[in-house]
């Protein structure tokens, strides 16, 4: 593990370094595409994976650098009655709100792309192979170059099934799921920049075993 507070010009060497010979490689898809499933099936089979939602909600815990700039910015009005970050309420604010958005993501950003770094280099010190960064905002935030990826995997599914199932999982309307939709690439333009796509409009059994080929496949890289 990483015992010091690295700096990004540290990790980046250490990236660069690992990854000469280790592809890394990044995993995407729109709101309700399934990516958590799938990534979960790959982290079954055995690879290393780092998923950018966990560590958003790692930079903004209560005392942290994150959550005190994100409380500057937006005012206390964000703030849960125990201190952490009302997420929900985070977004309905953003995401309706182009500038807002950019704001908060000039500030998260680079306090997540540090510790994403500084997780893939964990991984390959550990030697876990393959690593997978999930990154819901993967070619919006041009996560190609900042991270080095070789491959990227898009999990694709209709955007009428995709807001009916964030409809009827998550504490979301169907036009607050429209609304995040529309902050976010299309769905043309993010298969356009896929090595691979998996469909997450079948049913388990076939996806099980659409996972275990690209499984097969992102062996055969390492």
């Known amino acids: 593990m990483i015992l010091w507070p690295p700096t990004r010009d540290h990790l980046n060497r250490e990236m660069t370094n690992s990854s000469a010979s280790m592809p890394i490689i990044g995993l995407t898809g729109g709101i309700g595409s399934g990516k958590s499933t799938v990534s979960d099936k790959l982290a079954n089979a055995g690879a290393c994976i ?9 930079v903004v815990e209560p005392g942290s650098e994150g959550l005190e700039m994100v409380v500057k910015r937006f005012g206390s009005s964000v703030l849960a009655g125990d201190g952490s970050l009302d997420r929900p309420k ?28 500084a997780q893939v280099v964990n991984c390959f010190a550990q030697r876990k192979f393959p690593v997978i960064v999930v990154l819901p905002l993967l070619f919006e935030t041009n996560a190609v170059e900042r991270y080095g990826f070789t491959k990227v995997i898009v999990v694709d ?29 299309s769905r043309e333009q993010r298969i356009s920049g896929a090595d691979y796509v998996i469909d997450n409009s079948v049913d388990n059994v076939t996806l099980d075993r659409k996972v275990a080929e690209l499984w097969s496949e992102l062996k055969a890289l390492y």
């Open 157 to 185: 599914l209709p955007e009428e099934l995709a807001v009916a199932r964030v409809v009827s999982s998550r504490d979301m309307t169907e036009e607050e799921v429209r609304s995040r939709i529309s902050s976010q690439i």
């Open 50 to 58: 780092i998923d950018s939602d966990l560590v958003a909600r790692k």
């Open 90 to 117: 985070l977004a309905g604010t953003v995401f309706a709100d182009p500038d807002s958005l950019a704001d908060l993501n000039s500030i998260l950003h680079p306090l997540i792309e540090k510790e994403i770094k």
